[in-house]
């Protein structure tokens, strides 16, 4: 049956309004760093800069510091660009390889308690940070942690590796278990399957736990904010310090806004297909 003309309408709608609500941010963010900074007080709003400018890049990307006149700032945004990525891929790392052996524990091995221990750790994720941050702040002090990569991917790792363990232990449940008795008969040990056989075949399910947890990372604030203040400190938590007791520079904050989208963006953009096949992987059996 054809869609109504005014079916077709509501949908083009929604898309619209969806197109908008998702894309209308990141636009503005984007104008908002090629307009100078005096026609940033002009009225009415141009939702188009009249004037385009990469003078906040060039203060950023420490390009022409001196004929700008600006803060000179691209070191502390170097470095909080670095700390990101290190942190975020780390944590990427340590979760999934955690989350996969944990996942093939639960699947495929059996042992007293292994179903209690499961719902466990997932109920984890109904617990909300506030509620851990003073005890969790306590041992890192303890154990010297604060303001470390370590200490961060660790506190990363512990928030996004219950999500990662459920998920695949799903895309796990969902594979053949006749390959790995085949492979058993053949005399192929637990982790020789593991390895060889069973991720090789999750491929898609552990790019999906990798782009949620990177994704998951990289947007952080509040941990790296309270755990990471100086050595270790990310953009997201060196774009709010661009706003000063006197002056808010816009211009900085929307142009490292920009950069920080672009990773996560190609991210999304390249591994898109993965990350759908890998959250839709344990759905059929």
């Known amino acids: 049956m054809k869609p109504s003309l005014s079916h077709r309408l509501l949908i083009s709608a929604g898309v619209v309004l969806l197109l908008l609500w998702s894309l209308g941010p990141i636009y503005w963010t984007v104008a908002s760093s090629l307009t100078p900074t005096e026609d ?10 009249h004037h385009i400018t990469f003078d906040h890049y060039s203060r950023l990307l420490g390009i022409n510091v001196d004929r700008i006149g600006g803060v000179e700032v691209w070191r502390q945004f170097r470095a909080a660009l670095v700390n990101s990525i290190i942190t975020s891929v780390a944590a990427t790392i340590l979760c999934v390889a955690i989350s996969a052996l944990g996942a093939y524990a639960f699947t495929r091995m059996q042992f007293a308690g292994r179903q209690t221990l499961f719902a466990a750790v997932v109920a984890t994720l109904a617990i ?20 470390t990569y370590v200490g961060v991917a660790l506190i990363y790792v512990s928030a996004y590796l219950p999500l990662s363990l459920w ?12 390959l790995e008795e085949a492979a058993q008969l053949d005399g192929a040990g ?6 060889h056989i069973v991720l090789p075949l999750a ?18 604030y509040l941990v790296p904010l309270i755990f990471s203040p100086q050595a270790t400190k990310p ?24 950069i920080a989208i672009v990773i996560p963006a190609l991210v999304v953009i390249f591994l898109n297909r993965y990350l759908v096949s890998g959250l839709l992987a344990g759905s059929v059996k």
């Open 40 to 49: 940033f007080s002009v009225r009415p709003i141009n939702f188009f800069p």
């Open 128 to 147: 909300p940070a506030y509620a851990v941050l003073i005890p969790l702040y306590q041992i890192m002090i303890k154990m010297h942690l604060i303001d």
């Open 167 to 178: 998920l695949l232990r799903s895309v796990f449940e969902a594979l053949p278990i006749a």
């Open 190 to 195: 637990r982790l020789f399957i593991l390895f």
């Open 203 to 220: 491929g898609p399910g552990l790019t999906a736990a990798a782009i949620l947890t990177f994704l998951g990372a990289w947007g952080q």
């Open 235 to 258: 953009l997201t938590v060196l774009i709010p310090e661009f706003v000063t007791k006197n002056f808010i520079d816009y211009g900085l904050i929307t142009a490292s806004g920009s």
